[in-house]
């Protein structure tokens, strides 16, 4: 009897301390991803902006220099940040008279206001694989605070060539007005959709 007691005691211990060995201290160990940077990739990040032309139609434009950063943290949203900038020098038409006057004081007035820039300030999840992003939005040199929603697309290694990618898509509505463009009010629309795809490498 003395020998099974002693067997069970042993057997008994070697079990807590197994399970001790393998089970973390503190609850909130498990919950251990890092915030991550990501850098934006320029050549497959895509800024579309649509106004409505004459009352009658959509006319769509793009810009074709977007750069900036973001960082990624899927368990703990309120660690993540963007920071984006367009050049209003780069916008394209696919009429060179068209992009020229859009560059001029009528409109973007690119020398003296040379980016349209995005600033997070806090992030929120809103749902399985979407954000509620609140920050301030400059353009034509007017900062305005804005919330936007945006869609976490994926993540993944995409081996030697790309690396490892994340990407965001969002679209939001602002009134140019807002912004102090007023030039051509009638005969262009003062709402003005800007659509994002957002692609970034991770440093």
């Avoid at 060179?96 to 973007?108: E, I, Q, T, V, Y």
């Avoid at 900062?143 to 993540?155: A, H, L, S, Y």
């Avoid at 009010?185 to 003062?190: I, K, V």
Wanted: cysteine-free.
């Amino acid at each position: 009897m003395k020998i099974q007691v002693v067997l069970v005691s042993l057997l008994a211990g070697a079990t807590v301390a197994g399970l001790a060995a393998f089970s973390p201290a503190d609850p909130q160990a498990t919950n251990t991803q890092a915030t991550e940077t990501y850098k934006v990739d320029p050549v497959h990040t895509t800024a579309i902006f649509r106004i409505k032309h004459l009352g009658v139609t959509y006319f769509y434009g793009r810009f074709n220099e977007t750069t900036g950063s973001f960082t990624l943290n899927t368990e703990n949203p309120s660690e993540m940040s963007f920071d984006v900038q367009i050049k209003t020098q780069s916008v394209d038409t696919n009429a060179a008279g068209r992009n020229n006057h859009l560059k001029s004081p009528d409109f973007f007035n690119a020398k003296q206001f040379p980016t349209i820039a995005f600033k997070s300030k806090s992030v929120q999840s809103s749902g399985e694989k979407t954000y509620t992003v609140s920050g301030d939005m400059t353009l034509h040199g007017v900062t305005k605070p804005i919330t936007v929603e945006m869609e976490f697309v994926g993540q993944g290694d995409k081996g030697s060539r790309f690396g490892y990618r994340a990407g965001f898509d969002v679209r939001f509505t602002i009134k140019r007005s807002a912004f102090g463009m007023n030039y051509m009010q009638g005969m262009l629309g003062d709402k003005v959709m800007i659509m994002v795809g957002l692609e970034g490498v991770r440093q």
